[in-house]
């Protein structure tokens, strides 16, 4: 589960110029990482009176989740730990028959 919360306040600081601030709170429920506080800020700016054209920008803090593909082997290897048996030239048909 990853549930989030965004806050945002537009201001017009005058005619042809908008500033937005905003902060991002968002966690996840499979890891114990609960500071990911985000600020963001962002602009909007027309130059002239009568023109069409508007520059846009914007810059934060971003933070990347835990891909559901690594929870997914967690699990599947008990959830717990990770572990991993290499077996050096396995004999055959039982590749433990002759191992160390």
Do not use: C, E, H
Not at 44 to 60: E, I
Not at 93 to 100: C, I, K, M, Y
């Amino acid at each position: 589960m990853r549930p989030a919360v965004f806050l945002q306040d537009d201001v017009r600081v005058r005619q042809g110029l908008n500033l937005t601030f905003g902060l991002r709170y968002s966690w996840q429920s499979i890891t114990d990482d609960r500071n990911n506080i985000a600020p963001r800020f962002a602009f909007a700016f027309a130059p002239g009176q009568k023109t069409k054209t508007v520059w846009r920008g914007g810059a934060g803090i971003f933070y990347d989740d835990l891909p559901r593909a690594a929870r997914r082997r967690s699990l599947l290897l008990d959830g717990v730990r990770l572990r991993q048996l290499v077996i050096s030239n396995p004999s055959f048909p039982n590749p433990f028959l002759g191992a160390t």
